[in-house]
């Protein structure tokens, strides 16, 4: 059984400073805590290099620019303290998990007055968001009651905490149906992704895959797009109906944490999996994609 988040040895960087572990404290009474109003990433080192880092910080600033928080570091200083922390806590393999937020100094839903803080941890037991027997046989998923909203209602450019309600609620009621994840549909009936991770499907080269218009465009996602295209086959961003889906031979989702984890099922729809499919592949290259590419 994995260890707690609050009670684990180590460091982790706070407000330009490296405390202990289990000294990495905020208040109960939190803005964020409160009312969702935070930003943040997730990220994979490989061999002790961030993959995509400045990729992924760019895409912090941006996150908190659009909910209105500023940020009060620069991008080199986040970069960089990533890198010491990773080296302090002698990692190589790891999920890094950047975090900004508005603290105490005022509640309430007004956030003139708020004061921002910035944190990064790191941890070592994320080999995986799938258990790897789940991810070499292909997850199982359920369409999920709960829909992405439509772009003039959610921040949907934003890594926000916030939004991720609605994937909390709908890996919840995945998992207590027997399900690995659940699809999620958008506010249109389109299918948008699993509750984590981007989605794709396969037939033949063709590569299908949901346009971002209303839920993030992940870096991973953006990578294996380029991944794929330079191998040759054909990427095509389209909405996609669920009763489409019986047209495809795989399925797959990808993230940092998922990376390219293949899928069995969606509901009554079986796809292929196994060594001889398209998307083992993918896993293969992607793998040593990240592992050669800082």
Known sequence: MAKSFDNRD??????GEFINWNEAKTHIITQGLHYGSAVFEGERSYNGNIFKSDQHTKRLFKSAEIIGIKIPFSESEINQSKFDLIKKMNFKECYVRPIVWRGSSQMGLSTN??????????????AS???????????????????RPAPDTAPYEAKASGPYIICTLSKEYAEKKGY???LMLDYRGYIAEGTGANIFFVKDKDIHTPIPDCFLNGITRQTVIEMVKKQGFNLIEKYIKP?????????FLTGT????????????VKFKTGHNCITYKFMQDYSE??????
């Open 113 to 126: 007055n708020s004061n921002i803080h910035v944190a990064i941890a790191v941890w070592d037991d994320w």
């Open 257 to 268: 944490a998922a990376e390219i984890t293949p899928i069995q099922s969606i509901d009554d």
């Open 289 to 294: 994609l990240v592992n050669t590419v800082s």
């Open 243 to 251: 009763d489409e889906i019986t047209n495809y031979d795989e399925a």
């Open 129 to 147: 968001y799938f258990k790897i027997e789940d991810r070499i046989a292909g997850l199982r998923l359920i369409t999920s009651p709960w829909k």
């Open 10 to 15: 180590g460091w982790i960087w706070q407000d």
């Open 180 to 182: 690995h994840d659940a």
